[in-house]
């Protein structure tokens, strides 16, 4: 694939993820309001799609259920915000062999579900956009498993409800992968490629990481990149840099600066500001709707 940079440049806003971090962060946002809230106000600084886990308002620990995505969504149509929204389909493919018999699963610590499972909340909610992670990885010490005919079952099915997948790609192999999957006719045109850089034990949020993923990015795809954690703004420079789109939240990365808690507008806002500063745009939704030939709501 040709790299070079591109003018209009769309900005992710990841805006709570699912790790156990509010403690660490007191802006995350964790009830179906303040998820809202937050994908309104990044949407006005600049987010022209919003990367949306749920949590459990009691437990403020990541939510399954089907209904507190609803009702996330259901408030962000109901206030009006112009955003692309894009929901995680990450869930239900955790897996823990059991110590003392390992070729049987751990089930107090195995959450393995079947696609359509793994679906139900996006049906119900027919967001604009769905992740659809194709690793089978150990993300830090825990396997992660999108097993190949999974994936297959996922990506049929969102192209069924008309949903536009966002191919999550975490190291070299799963670019290979998702290279076979497209060419097998898996995904309409164009691809949409999130490039995770900076997971343990996935590619190194480097200079030489975003290049290995890029030299293996398919012809005509939209792509872009996000690092963890200090990696997060070199990150949209390198890719915005090489042709890329970019991807910022309180999800991947706790802090503005060294010690100070950020929130996801400051995030947005220091995003497109390295954006204008290299010379380019933030793409509006409309225009960023139609590159990625989403369905008409």
């Known amino acids: 694939m040709v790299i070079s940079m591109k003018k209009d440049i769309l900005v992710t806003c990841a805006v709570t993820g699912g790790a156990d971090t509010t403690g660490r962060n007191p802006n995350i ?3 179906a309001e303040e998820i809202a809230r937050n994908v309104a106000d990044v949407a006005a600084a600049g987010a022209t ?36 929204i894009n929901l995680t389909s990450a869930i239900g493919i955790r ?12 089930p107090k610590n195995t959450d393995f579900w079947h696609p359509e499972r793994r679906l139900e909340h996006i049906e119900a909610a027919m967001p604009d956009v769905c992740s659809l ?4 990885m150990n993300y830090n010490d825990t396997p992660y498993c999108n097993l190949p005919e999974h994936v297959r079952i996922l990506a049929s099915k969102v192209k069924e409800l008309g949903v536009k997948p966002e191919i ?32 343990k034990y996935g590619v190194p949020a480097t200079t030489r990481g975003i290049v290995a993923m890029c030299d293996m990015l398919p012809e005509n795809c939209v792509w872009g990149a996000f690092g963890i954690g200090a990696r997060q703004f070199p990150m949209v420079a390198q890719s915005v840099l ?19 808690p950020a929130t996801n507008v ?7 500001e390295i954006i204008e500063r ?20």
């Open 242 to 260: 090489m042709g890329g789109n970019v991807r910022v939240g309180l999800e991947d990365n706790l802090y503005l600066d060294k010690g100070i």
């Open 95 to 106: 897996i823990t062999f059991d110590p003392n018999n390992p070729s049987e699963l751990d």
């Open 168 to 199: 999550e790609a975490f190291d070299l192999g799963d670019m290979w992968r998702t290279r076979d999957y497209i060419a097998d006719g898996l995904f309409d045109d164009p691809p949409l490629i999130q490039l995770c850089m900076g997971v």
């Open 49 to 84: 799609m919003a990367h949306i886990h749920v949590r459990d308002p009691d437990t403020r620990l990541e939510s399954w259920k089907k209904e507190h995505f609803v009702e996330v969504v259901e408030r962000i149509r109901d206030q009006g915000t112009d955003i692309i």
């Open 133 to 136: 992670d194709v690793p089978i």
């Open 29 to 31: 946002p964790v009830t």
């Open 266 to 272: 400051q995030l947005v806002e220091r995003a497109v």
């Open 278 to 297: 290299l010379g380019s745009n933030v793409s509006s939704v409309s225009d960023a709707r139609k590159t990625l030939k989403l369905r008409i709501q």
